[in-house]
């Protein structure tokens, strides 16, 4: 694979998934299976961030508005001497992001919508009317590494919490702009071959595409283990087990 610069950006993914690895039930029906404790670690982990960011249909599904949470959160990001929330940022790649999506209708950090130059201008124009502010990607698909880039120079971006689903994470994943994974494992099975799970996209066909990642520390509160893992810049050999 060439060499490709990093965007100035620290990313961080983070999920709950069940024991089999879903992070939703096939129809769609359970969005949120997590504790107190992963709720209040998801704003905590939002706390240190100068963007969220999260596909469109996560937004439309779970009725994420992307908010800082309660008065403990908003003072932790004074302390760390943040902006009093993070920017909203979704990813909608057809600027279809539907108007009646709970995220509209909370007030907080100003929205952005990623999207691309050839989605009509029309479903644009609507966005930015409900207050958006409209990137397009130019070129046909989305380029994730170039709207990282975008929001470093335009917001003063560093450190971005990405919150799923499954496909924009694979796109993140397979754009190599995943700096960090935290997951939240959930002792529930969900089943089902289509059940969303944290990455539905191709990520790798080898081995050695993987995206790797080293797991740097693992907690566990109640009956569910917090897991933290940093990515392996792909520079470094892989080292198989028994190798
Ligand atoms: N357990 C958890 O922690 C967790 C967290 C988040 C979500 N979820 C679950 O995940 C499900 C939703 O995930 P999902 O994978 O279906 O959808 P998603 O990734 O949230 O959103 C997909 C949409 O985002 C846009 N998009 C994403 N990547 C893009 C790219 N590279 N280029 C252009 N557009 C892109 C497209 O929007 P347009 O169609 O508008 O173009 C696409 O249809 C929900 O059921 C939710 O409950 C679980």
Known sequence: MAFVARAPVHLVLNMAMTADGKVATAGREVTTFGSRHDQRALYALRATADALLCGARTVEETGATLGTGSSVFAAARR???LAPAALRVVVSGSASL???????????????ILTRATAPEAQRERLRKLGAQVWCS???????????DWLAREHGVRRVVAEGGGVLNAALLAADLVDEVRLTWVPRIFGGATSPTIA???VARVLEDAVRFRRVSVRSVGDERFLRYLRIPRSEPTVLHGD
Not at 98 to 111: H, K, M, N, V, Y
Not at 138 to 148: F, K, N
């Open 138 to 148: 130019p070129g046909e698909a989305l380029d994730l590494r170039a709207a990282l």
């Open 200 to 202: 539905d996209g191709p």
């Open 79 to 81: 302390k760390a001497g």
């Open 98 to 112: 539907a108007s009646e999506a709970a995220l509209w209708r909370q007030a907080g950090a100003p929205i952005v």
